[in-house]
């Protein structure tokens, strides 16, 4: 249960995101669709820009990390544990991996 509190699910995200981005970026065409209005792509940028997404995966949680940082978020207006931070922070990061998945997937479709 100590796994499931920890940080280290944070970083896994982040490598798991990492991973992708560079299996997928051997796959993708030239263009993919980085911009979706109701369901369909209407921005397309560089296959290159699929590592944006692992960038903006390892600076959250590298920031998240830092002491000032966690001490800011929890204790602004509403005092959370270390477990409901984490929880938090695991959350942002998965819906970034989400977010990834889905361009590569529309971009492979």
Known sequence: MRFLN????????????????????????????????????????????IFLFPVLEVFIAWLTGREKVKYVLTHSKAFWSD?????????VLGFVLVTEFWVIYMALR
């Open 6 to 49: 920890s940080r280290k699910i944070a970083w896994g995200i982040c490598i798991v995101g990492c991973l992708a981005a560079v299996i997928s970026l051997l796959f993708l065409p030239d263009l993919i669709p980085m911009h979706f209005s109701n369901g369909v792509a209407d921005d397309f940028s560089g296959k290159i820009q």
């Open 83 to 91: 477990v409901q931070y984490n929880w938090m922070i695991n959350g």
